[in-house]
């Protein structure tokens, strides 16, 4: 069996490590808001370039922070590509704004810009990109429309550790950029993790304090804010694992460039253009008999996932936002989609088999 992934698997290489790490933190007695979390904050800052990260519990909260700190009017909207996981949409939501949607390119599967500025209204506030499946977005084009029309930009960069645009990493391309560490990432920890990072000072005092119940003198609370603070453990796993980064990236790009190079014309494969360094967290495959592929390949021992198959505008959550509106690119993109095998648990000869077994299809 070739499964899509095994965490455990992944992480074997580091297991000393984090054993080391663990008695080191039990040692210490310190476990909320420690020292493992300011190095980790400033190793993963000090990766980017960029002068803040701020380390947050989840993904999740990393964009409603991001939003938040900005102070939009209640009710703004904000721009969100169609295909993009929930999580990106509720973020909007969860911080009190509308989520406008607007369709991905039907190549690169990530936010149109020749769409974006349609879809401006008065009210539009802020664009939050998704660099997805580990491909940045247009940012230049995205952000001189931003620049435009007065707009913030937030990078939603899950999916995107160490992509590149042009030479910059994601996460460093907007105002401010959310990152969850979720296991299974490319920079995975062993639970829910998260950070923001942003060069803009005020932004990250006071993504600090809204973190920590809005305080940052204890039991002293300046503004009405969230438990959303990195657990000092997982901060110090993603500190052991974060040196590996650029070589987990290596790798995966490498299996990347097999199913590139070998899978046949019958599949929609992932583009490759100049001036984009994609990571592959997610390499993902288009067909029209998606279904039936996937399932021949579950007969045949290789195990696929899903990214993802249910539109958000065909989600109930969304209904009161999105019902009745159709994304016909988004649901061409949702109906045809498949993810690959393409671990750091992955080997060249697994790869090769997956593609004997597709092209026999």
Not at 53 to 74: M, S
Not at 208 to 227: A, E, I, L, P
Not at 341 to 348: L, Y
Request: aromatic content about 10%; proline content about 5%.
């Amino acid at each position: 069996m070739i499964p899509y992934d095994q965490l455990f698997k992944v992480n074997l290489p580091y297991q000393a490590n984090f054993e080391q790490a663990f008695r080191d933190f039990l040692g210490k007695g310190w476990y909320i808001m420690g020292e493992g979390l300011k190095q980790f904050e400033s190793e993963f800052a000090n990766y980017h370039g960029s002068k803040n990260a701020i380390g947050v519990a989840n993904g999740l909260d990393a964009l409603i922070l991001a939003i938040k700190v900005l102070h939009l009017p209640v009710g703004s909207e904000i721009i969100v590509p169609s295909n993009t996981y929930i999580a990106s949409i509720l973020a909007i939501i969860h911080a009190g704004h509308t989520p406008v949607l607007v369709e991905p390119n039907i190549h690169t599967y990530n936010i149109d810009p020749v769409l974006i500025e349609a879809a401006i209204t008065p009210a539009t506030k802020a664009i939050l990109v998704v660099h997805l499946y580990g491909k940045c977005c247009d940012m230049d084009a995205i952000n001189q429309i931003a620049q435009k029309h007065g707009l913030a930009v937030i990078e939603d960069c899950a999916q995107a550790h160490d992509a590149r645009y042009k030479g910059r990493l994601a996460g460093t391309l907007g105002d401010l950029s959310g990152f969850s560490f979720y296991p299974s990432k490319n920079l995975g920890a062993l639970g829910d993790a998260g950070a923001i990072l942003t060069n803009q000072d005020a932004y990250a005092t006071a993504l600090r304090s809204m973190r920590n119940y809005g305080s940052h003198q204890k039991y002293q609370n300046d503004q009405v804010g969230f438990n959303s603070r990195l657990d000092e453990l997982q901060a110090i796993f993603l500190s052991v694992k974060l040196p590996f980064l650029a070589s987990i990236t290596t790798h995966k790009r490498s299996l990347a460039k097999l199913y590139l190079a070998h899978l046949k014309s019958d599949f929609i494969l992932p583009v490759v253009e100049e001036g984009y360094e994609d990571v592959y967290h997610i390499f993902n495959i288009r067909h029209p008999r998606r279904d039936a592929l996937k399932a021949y390949l579950l007969e045949n021992g290789v195990g696929t996932e899903i990214h993802y198959p249910i539109a958000p505008n065909h989600q109930k959550a969304l209904a009161p936002w999105l019902e009745g509106v159709s994304f016909p690119i988004s649901e061409e993109i949702h109906a045809t989609t498949l993810s690959l095998p393409c671990s750091s648990c992955h080997e060249p000869d697994n790869i090769y088999r997956v593609i004997e077994l597709m092209n026999a299809f």
